[in-house]
Nanobody, 128 residues
Framework: VQLQASGGGVVQAGGSLRLSCAASGDTFSRYRMGWFRQAPGKEREFVAGISRSGGMTYYTDSVKGRFTISRDNAANTVYLQMSTLKPEDTAVYYC??????????????????????WGQGTQVTVSS
């Protein structure tokens, strides 16, 4: 599946942004989806993941209660609603797709090596 992320930008601390990731080239509902981010000089880290149906979601602790991942399988799109943004959320955000049939929970979704498809990234900058 090919992935195209969008929606990044510059926002003040406390503000909100919604990222979108449009999929094409395969049956979107077959893929578990994730959002990762990479700040300058740091490794790419897991942010959020969502199951094929959207019924299960997973978040890294630093974004729980502030970010919401969702998907619309009819529109072939996964979203990341980000609220109460902090300067430490500044990073390039990537969406990723995983076609594994078995993925038992957070540890699987958070493992970037499980994902075979990646979008190009979208920059999010939070100013203080």
């Amino acid at each position: 599946v090919q992935l195209q992320a969008s929606g990044g930008g510059v926002v003040q601390a406390g503000g909100s942004l919604r990222l979108s990731c449009a999929a094409s080239g395969d049956t979107f509902s077959r893929y578990r989806m994730g959002w990762f981010r990479q700040a300058p000089g740091k490794e790419r880290e897991f942010v959020a993941g969502i199951s094929r149906s959207g019924g299960m979601t997973y978040y890294t602790d630093s974004v729980k209660g502030r970010f919401t991942i969702s998907r619309d399988n009819a529109a072939n799109t996964v979203y990341l609603q980000m609220s109460t943004l902090k300067p430490e959320d500044t990073a390039v955000y990537y969406c990723a797709g995983m076609s594994l049939d078995y993925c038992p929970g957070y540890g699987c979704y958070a493992n970037r090596l499980k994902y075979g498809s990646w979008g190009q990234g979208t920059q999010v900058t939070v100013s203080s």
